[in-house]
């Protein structure tokens, strides 16, 4: 089992619509959970960090948080082509450790 | 501009080469970070540095040597590379501190290996 799963994608939403991007997470112990976006070419930046259950929002990014399921997800409202992208779930244990394991991203086509 | 500078962007190299991947921060953090970047593949992380200590070790072949002579500087040193080596290397920094372990990524370096 992967310690951080995604779907591959390409996952292709229309412009305008909410893009929905799942991450699954096998150690249970985990406290820190983030989302990078990574534009080809380039390096991941961060664009939400989550530490407890429930949903935090941040302008059209809605983070998703369940640690009794061990789920992690990331919703877009209004995407736009610009969101157009790889995203990165990350997972850190969050005891003072340095250690975090990154997915192999979702990559997400958001169509004019 | 992250706060993250990481020389050279681009590297060819053959496998009998020696060369070095230089990383820089400016953003006064405790922490820093290599991860190699291959197609399809999740971020492998290779090696952490915490106040100039090394934490992380992730069984990184012995051909890859990261040196780090201070909190803002990090260095890989490559020798012997094979061509499966080839790759982006992220160089990344971190404030460190309990769970808030978010981090700054350089643009990387583009490594191949001939």
């Known amino acids: 089992q992967k310690e951080v799963e995604q779907n591959s994608g390409p996952l292709s939403v229309p412009e305008g619509a909410i893009a929905s991007l799942n991450c699954t997470y096998s150690d249970r112990g985990s406290q820190s959970f983030f989302w990078y976006r990574q534009y080809s070419g380039k390096s991941p930046e961060l664009i939400m960090s989550i530490y407890s259950n429930g949903d935090k929002e941040d302008g059209r990014f809605t983070a998703q948080l369940n640690k009794a399921s061990q789920y992690v997800s990331l919703l877009i409202r209004d995407s736009q082509p610009s969101d157009s992208a790889t995203y990165l779930c990350?997972?850190?244990?969050?005891?003072?450790?340095?250690?975090?394991?990154f997915g192999a991203g979702t990559r997400l086509f958001v169509k004019a | 501009e992250t706060g993250v500078t990481q020389t050279p962007r681009h590297l060819v190299m053959g496998m009998t080469n020696k060369k070095s991947l230089k990383c820089e921060q400016h953003l006064g953090h405790n922490a820093m970070y290599w991860y190699k970047q291959s197609a399809k593949k999740p971020l492998e992380l290779m090696f952490v540095y915490s106040l100039e200590e090394r934490v992380e070790n992730n069984s990184v072949p012995s051909r890859f040597s990261p040196e780090c002579p201070n909190s803002s500087h990090l260095f890989l040193h490559l020798h012997t590379l094979q061509p499966e080596d080839s790759a982006l290397y992220l160089c990344a920094s971190s404030p460190g501190g309990l769970a808030k372990n978010i981090q700054y990524f350089g643009a990387g370096t583009r490594l191949s290996v001939l």
């Open positions: 990350a997972v850190n244990r969050g005891t003072g450790g340095f250690k975090t394991i």
